[in-house]
T-cell receptor, first 111, second 114 residues
Framework: DAGITQSPRHKVTETGTPVTLRCHQTENHRYMYWYRQDPGHGLRLIHYSYGVKDTDKGEVSDGYSVSRSKTEDFLLTLESATSSQTSVYFC??????????FGPGTRLTVL | DQQVKQNSPSLSVQEGRISILNCDYTNSMFDYFLWYKKYPAEGPTFLISISSIKDKNEDGRFTVFLNKSAKHLSLHIVPSQPGDSAVYFCAAKLNAGNNRKLIWGLGTSLAVNP
């Protein structure tokens, strides 16, 4: 168990509302990631962080922002949720050599 | 353009037989390859990895083979068990400075039938 939690685990929201997902780690790892998983698309990187206040975009970053004010927390925000952002969101942390450990996921439904 | 390809979306095998999951890649700068297993409603879990300087890595029932000339790796599960039924993802890391990002395949769903 890599000590990663995600909250909430499930959320239903309406189009146009802001949503924030939280990832919390107890491992003190520098690198953290947000992915989304959709049928037929595998795991797609949204944003990642390589330290406090250091973040960068992944391959599907449009419509998402992130913040990392503490080593242990990495927040993913959907400023104005759309139905296309209905997905399962996974947070991951990176240990040695690119090996990543994943949280349990957040299932987000945007109506 | 998929740099890591898992061309079989699904695979079905009998319990006790060998499962072989395949993964092809296009970028010769990948230096580390990983396999993850994912059950429904859970996060992916690390299974086994291999460095590009090796051609085989074994961990219990799981063996990964790397053929660099063919840009191909495979995961062998012997013997397969019903609990191995899951989606398996192949991932690769670029050899580039402090890069820690992984490039992912789309996954292969393995069903092991009793």
């Amino acid at each position: 168990d890599a000590g990663i939690t995600q909250s909430p685990r499930h959320k239903v929201t309406e189009t146009g509302t802001p949503v924030t997902l939280r990832c919390h780690q107890t491992e003190n790892h520098r690198y953290m990631y947000w992915y989304r998983q959709d049928p037929g698309h595998g795991l797609r990187l949204i944003h990642y962080s390589y330290g406090v206040k250091d973040t960068d975009k992944g391959e599907v970053s449009d419509g998402y922002s992130v913040s990392r004010s503490k080593t242990e927390d990495f927040l993913l925000t959907l400023e104005s949720a759309t139905s296309s952002q209905t997905s399962v969101y996974f947070c991951a942390i990176s240990a040695q050599r690119g090996l990543q450990y994943f949280g349990p996921g957040t299932r987000l439904t945007v109506l | 353009d998929q740099q890591v390809k898992q061309n079989s979306p699904s695979l079905s095998v009998q319990e006790g037989r060998i499962s072989i999951l395949n993964c092809d890649y296009t970028n010769s700068m990948f230096d580390y390859f990983l396999w993850y297993k994912k059950y429904p409603a859970e996060g992916p879990t690390f299974l086994i990895s291999i460095s590009s300087i090796k051609d085989k890595n074994e961990d219990g029932r799981f063996t990964v083979f790397l053929n660099k000339s063919a840009k191909h790796l495979s995961l062998h599960i012997v013997p397969s068990q019903p609990g191995d039924s899951a989606v398996y993802f192949c991932a690769a890391k670029l050899n580039a400075g402090n890069n820690r990002k992984l490039i992912w395949g789309l996954g292969t769903s393995l069903a092991v039938n009793p």
